[in-house]
């Protein structure tokens, strides 16, 4: 028998055929039945006519009572179908919202963690900058050496001076007097200007906001600067500028501090060369000069190579790393042995005051001894 079709009606409506079904066959039974009975009566008899009609009338019913109950398993099957496509469906669903559902999870734990990963970094730039500001804040606040009494000496030897050495010596000592006078000059240059383009807060906004760039200027920009680095060059981009600018911020103060102590050492020398010349201690006094004079300080070179590292306040923050006095292997000699410099300055008892000497080395020794214990 052809299955009943049922994807079009609701269950209702099916139940409602199926009761217009049944008893459309009730009442054809029933007809069949009473033309069935009527014959009987009229003839008296079970004839062939009314036989007939009772055996159609009760395999009619027959029929009419399979095809009622094959409908309903049909659709009682179709049913089932339908329930176990909607389940394997609704499973379906269900496991790609899933899916779904963990791969957004997953991508909302990268981004997080990107976003941490991100935060963490600029956190960590922060903190350097933050240091470069603090350093500078020292920095301002570093005393910086009164070395007047020098020229004072000068000024009071003056006349034995130029009677032994004329006004060369005179000059020689002068220019020695320039020559700390440009290193004052530099790390007061150095404090007042170095940091007055930095503003923290600028620095941060703009650190955050180049962090942020992710265009074609920016990746050029950082294969310049890797390819600068592996040429041994400086890279040019927002980022090398802040990694020199880190760099430099943590040895700033240090810096500064040894350029104050070759300060001191390079003012002890300029009194106790001049204490050497006025009392006749020629060797002791040509081996200072011969220190100061490969220096540059005589010839003026030194002047020149002031003025060209401080032409900008980049350069001066540069030169404050690399110092831009550095003792030469002279120098170092006498600083060296300055105990045996010592002991010649003692054993003067005339001309200029050793005290201005022995002042001025207590003051360099001093100053060593409190940066180390800073």
């Known amino acids: 028998m052809k299955k009943t079709e049922t994807t079009d009606i609701s269950f209702e409506d099916w139940v409602q055929e199926r009761k217009k079904l049944k008893k459309s066959a009730f009442f054809g039974f029933i007809t069949l039945l009473i033309i069935s009975i009527s014959f009987i009566l009229i003839n008296e008899e079970v004839n062939v006519i009314s036989g007939i009609c009772l055996t159609l009338s009760f395999f009619s019913f027959l029929a009419v009572r399979a095809a009622s109950k094959q409908s309903e398993l049909d659709y009682s099957n179709d049913l089932k179908e339908k329930k176990k496509k909607r389940a394997i469906e609704i499973e379906t669903k269900r496991k790609e919202q899933e899916k779904i559902s963990k791969e957004k999870s997953k991508q909302e734990k990268q981004k997080k963690q990107k976003e941490a990963d991100f935060e963490k970094t600029l956190e960590s730039k922060f ?131 040894k350029e104050i102590e070759n300060l001191l050492f390079y003012h002890f020398m300029g009194l106790a ?57 002279e120098f170092i000699t006498l600083n060296q042995n300055n105990e045996s410099i010592l002991l010649e300055l003692k054993q003067i008892e005339k001309g200029i005051s050793t005290n201005n000497v022995m002042m001025a080395f207590t003051a360099f020794q001093t100053w060593r001894i409190n940066k180390k214990l800073n």
């Open 273 to 329: 060369m001049l204490s050497f010349y006025v009392n006749d201690k020629k060797i002791q006094y040509f081996e200072i000069h011969e220190a100061f004079e490969k220096l540059g300080v005589f010839d003026s070179s030194w002047q020149k190579n002031v003025l060209s590292k401080l032409d900008r306040i980049e350069n001066r923050l540069a030169n404050i790393e690399n110092q831009l006095t550095t003792l030469n292997k």
């Open 127 to 257: 903190r350097a900058v933050e240091m470069v500001n603090d350093n500078l804040n020292k920095l301002s606040n570093i005393e910086i050496p009164n070395i007047s009494d020098f020229k004072n000496s000068i000024i009071q030897n003056e006349p034995l001076i130029t009677a032994k050495g004329g006004d060369s010596a005179l000059q020689s000592f002068m220019k020695i007097n320039a020559f700390l006078n440009d290193i004052i000059h530099k790390l007061k240059l150095d404090q007042k200007e170095i940091g007055v383009d930095f503003n923290l807060t600028t620095l941060k906004m703009r650190i955050r906001e180049e962090a942020q760039r992710n265009d074609m200027d920016k990746i050029a920009e950082h294969f310049a600067d890797m390819s600068a680095k592996l040429e041994g060059k400086r890279g040019t981009g927002f980022d090398s500028k802040l990694e020199l600018l880190i760099n430099i911020g943590g040895k700033i103060v240090p810096s500064f501090q």
